[in-house]
């Protein structure tokens, strides 16, 4: 049976266009491991790598990206949008085929002890490979971020972490777990004001009452205001339901969606299902669905 986990490593810079290129060349070099897409944002100054492989090698390929980031990135220069505790700041596995959930915490925690070990670098377990109830969720890992970090990993027992040093370097902390398929998704407001996206952020997230399934960030990119989103389960709350939810609450502040986009690669049933309830399209199925027919 054939075996593949993709890896969807988040890295602390997108602004240097050389030092992504030696990160991606470096889990690019890892031989059968194939780069399914690499994207980078200025503004959250953050490079997301998307790359899938036989259970071994993808463990090979993201332990030499988290190498040569370390190497290349230097968090007390680092400032962007995006919230962040390391050079390499998440590393999930997911399981596509041939292989569980239980193997991807296994992969989690085979990697996140070579890190510790060979690269003296802290790492935290999330999601499904957490070693305790307040590290399943990657935000509560993340809080406070890089600076908070480095005051009190030494002195906090709720920061110890699950491999490596108690000390942090200029390469941060890096936070590697298991977790299902998630979508990406920003959605871009026709205003400046970061006030709104917060407020429609806080709105739209299970956090604090919204939607569940969905993590979002109010941010200001490119001069524009952002509600940036992962969904964790998009079968549960789908893409097109958060998209309503957003255009409704930005009518309360006189604005509205002026475009969105996707970070990173997305299932195609979320696309199918939100043309299908876009279009009213009652009887749809699946099988009707030319392209699917024919695999």
């Not at 030696?22 to 200025?42: C, H, K, M, R």
Request: with cysteine.
């Amino acid at each position: 049976m054939r075996q593949l986990v993709e890896c969807v490593a988040n890295f602390s810079e997108g602004q240097q266009v050389d030092v992504i290129d030696q990160i991606v060349n470096a889990i690019d070099d890892v031989w059968d491991v194939t780069i399914l897409g690499s994207e980078s944002d200025v503004d959250h100054n953050r490079t997301v790598v998307s790359f899938i492989g036989k259970p071994d090698l993808i463990v090979e390929a993201a332990f030499e990206g988290i190498r040569r980031a370390s190497q290349l990135i230097n968090l007390d220069k680092h400032r962007g949008q995006h919230p962040r505790l390391g050079a390499t700041d998440v590393v999930p596995f997911i399981p596509i085929e041939g292989v569980s959930m239980d193997d991807c915490i296994r992969l989690a925690q085979k990697l996140g002890q070579r890190v510790g070990e060979e690269l003296n670098i802290p790492v935290y377990l999330y999601e499904y490979a957490a070693t305790r109830s307040d590290r399943q969720n990657l935000a509560d890992v993340r809080r406070g971020e890089y600076e908070d970090l480095k005051q009190t990993i030494a002195t906090d027992e709720a920061r110890i972490p699950d491999y490596g040093p108690s000390a942090v370097g200029t390469a941060g902390a890096t936070i590697i777990g298991a977790r299902h398929a998630l979508i990406a998704f920003n959605v871009y407001l026709t205003s400046d004001n970061i006030d709104i996206a917060k407020a429609i952020a806080k709105a739209v997230r299970n956090s604090s009452g919204g939607l569940r399934y969905i993590k979002a960030l109010g941010l200001l990119v490119d001069g524009k205001a952002q509600v940036s989103m992962n969904l964790t389960d998009y079968k549960k709350t789908p893409i097109y339901r958060v998209v309503e939810m957003i255009r409704r609450e930005a009518q309360r502040y006189g604005v509205s969606i002026e475009s969105s986009e996707l970070i990173g690669l997305i299932p195609q049933d979320a696309l199918l299902e939100s043309a299908a309830w876009y279009l009213q399209m009652d009887n749809y199925q699946p099988d009707k669905v030319l392209e699917k027919r024919l695999l």
